[in-house]
């Protein structure tokens, strides 16, 4: 059965720390994103790799960073965390050849205290 | 105009009811479509996939795909309170762009 795990399911994190979130795949897939989902904006796309340390922003990248250092693993970065970045974040994975398909983890809600 | 419009609800029926989901979009070029289901605290799961225009029906669920009317539907048949989550569209040209989701209430 296809698997993307998030480190945490919950985080309690106070202003200007920085944060890692950890994604992990267990598909062999080339694709992998970080997305953010808040109420009445839904999901919205941070940062997306489509290969080993390679990135591309998304709609949403101010404040965050990743890393991609083995294919299998993507890491959200927020340098230093705010207020606003107090929210439900969704790593997703896909394959190249069928990249419309996202498999997601079950998401991290982290506040920022 | 959005990208892609999703009425959020809440959608509440009873258990046994037909339901239907719609999406509308504003860019002719979208020509994959899915939908993903999101139980309470959990990742969004994908339902349904579909290519270009026309129907796909699995179980008790159907997708349908008007590319003239830019319009996508998705069908539930015979609801159960197990189908209650909120349901996000999803298309694509090369991206994938959400819809904001609609919650859905099935009732016993």
């Known amino acids: 059965d296809v698997k993307v795990t998030q480190s945490s399911r919950y985080l309690v994190k106070r202003t200007g720390e920085k944060v890692f979130l950890e994604c992990v795949q267990d598909?062999?897939?080339?694709?992998m994103f970080w997305y953010r989902q808040d109420p009445g904006l839904g999901l919205r796309l941070i940062y997306f790799?489509?290969?080993?340390?390679?990135?591309e922003k998304g709609d949403i990248p101010e404040g965050y960073s990743v890393s991609r250092e083995k294919k299998e693993r993507f890491s959200l970065i927020l340098e230093s965390a705010s207020t606003n970045q107090t929210s439900m974040y969704l790593c997703?994975?896909?394959?190249?050849?069928?990249?419309?398909?996202?498999?997601f983890g079950s998401g991290t809600q982290l506040s920022v205290l | 105009q959005k990208e892609v419009e999703q009425d959020p609800g809440p959608l509440s029926v009873p258990e046994g009811a037909i339901v239907s989901l719609n999406c509308t979009y504003s860019?002719?070029?979208?020509?994959?479509f899915m939908w993903y289901r999101q139980y309470s605290r959990k990742g969004p799961e994908l339902l349904m996939y579909?290519?270009?225009?026309g129907n796909k029906e699995d179980g008790r669920f159907t997708a349908q795909v008007d590319k003239s009317s830019k319009y996508i539907s998705l069908f539930i048949r015979d609801s159960q309170p197990s189908d209650s989550a909120t349901y996000l569209c999803?298309?694509?040209?090369?991206?994938?762009?959400f819809g904001k989701g609609t919650t859905l209430s099935v009732s016993s």
């Open positions: 997703a994975s896909s394959s190249l050849k069928l990249n419309e398909k996202l498999f």
């Open positions: 598909m062999d897939h080339e694709n």
């Open positions: 790799s489509y290969d080993v340390k390679m990135k």
């Open positions: 860019n002719s070029a979208f020509q994959y």
């Open positions: 579909t290519y270009s225009s």
């Open positions: 999803a298309m694509s040209v090369t991206a994938l762009i």
